[in-house]
């Protein structure tokens, strides 16, 4: 791997953060009449949360705090130096918390679904897919996997509606949502940790089964097209067992691909945890963001998003950088 080419790579991940965070910037601002802090302080005269006296001044004051009475081209300017300094101003709906405070609390809660929902759809529907693939697998393997790649063409949140109904709602064996029981204080124990699974199994488990299906019919294909190698065919000839062509050849090489659509995918895969967490009030991210849009917190919506793009951008960075040292073969160069 040379070094232009990291070099390549890496000002391409700088450009996507650059045009992401610009358009987050401006969509905002193309909505019609929409004056957040007017909208926060009016709610707030309405419910009887402040004086009515002198709302027109508290706006101005408060606009000018947060800077949203500068000129555009200024405020853009100010806005990219923050995301710089990563410091993302005070939430508008919930001032006097800062965004980086209210996205810390929620980052874990994300990360923690997401990263085991993602690896264990990705590993089941891996081997899944593989035994699919060879053609000594029993025909009942084929029967067994074929719910599950119906529902690959299942968004996660409709399939979440469907269980939550069905697990929470009707037989009432699992929560309905929340990431832990109301009003339960977080500590290092047996008893909060089982809570905190409890409720994660409704929303985790809605991205698992909708995402084993698409992982094995990936898997199947890649399958299919390394048992035609030539390496595998002379595996066969030298009379090695079945079992070792399966894990050692085939599956081996077939996974490799596999690897780099895991990190192509990794903005739908988000996206669609976002979407679970909102249905099922889980405590993570794609709460905050649609608490943010409703409330249109611009500040709020520019730290959940910047983090999102960070996080898919850095992933597909990172994977880009290992795939040579995963798989030798491959090499960029420029012709």
Do not use: C
Not at 227 to 242: C, K, T
Request: glycine share 8%.
């Amino acid at each position: 791997m040379s070094s232009r080419y990291i070099v390549r790579r890496v000002l391409l991940f700088l450009l996507v953060i650059w045009v992401g965070t610009s358009l987050i910037f401006f969509l905002p601002r193309l909505a019609p009449d929409r004056d957040p802090v007017a909208q926060r302080l009016g709610n707030l005269a309405a419910t009887g949360g402040i004086n009515t006296e002198g709302l027109d001044e508290m706006v101005e004051a408060y606009r000018a705090k947060f800077g949203l009475d500068q000129p555009l081209w200024k405020q853009y300017l100010n806005y990219m130096f923050d995301m710089l300094r990563f410091d993302f101003n005070y939430s508008i709906a919930m001032y006097p918390a800062t965004v980086f405070e209210i996205v810390m609390r929620a980052v874990p809660w994300t990360v923690g679904l997401l990263l085991v929902s993602t690896l264990l759809a990705f590993a089941i529907g891996s081997l899944v897919g593989a035994l699919l693939g060879w053609p000594r697998t029993p025909r009942v393997m084929h029967w067994v996997a074929t719910p599950f790649l119906m529902m690959s063409s299942v968004p996660y949140y409709i399939l979440g509606l469907v269980m939550m109904y069905v697990f929470a709602f009707k037989f009432k064996w699992l929560p309905l949502g929340g990431g832990s029981q109301y009003g339960t204080v977080p500590t290092l124990t047996w008893q909060y940790v089982w809570d905190v699974v409890h409720h994660a199994i409704l929303p985790a488990a809605s991205m698992v089964v909708a995402g084993v299906g698409f992982w094995a019919l990936s898997m199947r294909g890649m399958m299919v097209t390394t048992l035609g190698e030539d390496y595998v065919m002379l595996a066969e000839a030298r009379g090695l067992s079945p079992r070792r062509i399966f894990f050692r050849y085939a599956m081996r090489n077939a996974i490799l691909p596999q690897t780099t659509g895991l990190a192509l995918s990794a903005g739908t895969i988000l996206s669609g945890s976002l979407l679970v967490e909102v249905i099922f009030r889980y405590p993570g991210m794609g709460s905050v963001l649609y608490r943010a849009i409703t409330g249109f917190d611009y500040f709020m919506i520019y730290g959940v998003v910047f983090f999102v793009i960070l996080a898919v951008g850095a992933a597909t960075l990172l994977l880009d950088l290992i795939y040579p040292l995963l798989d030798p073969r491959i090499r960029y160069s420029r012709k």
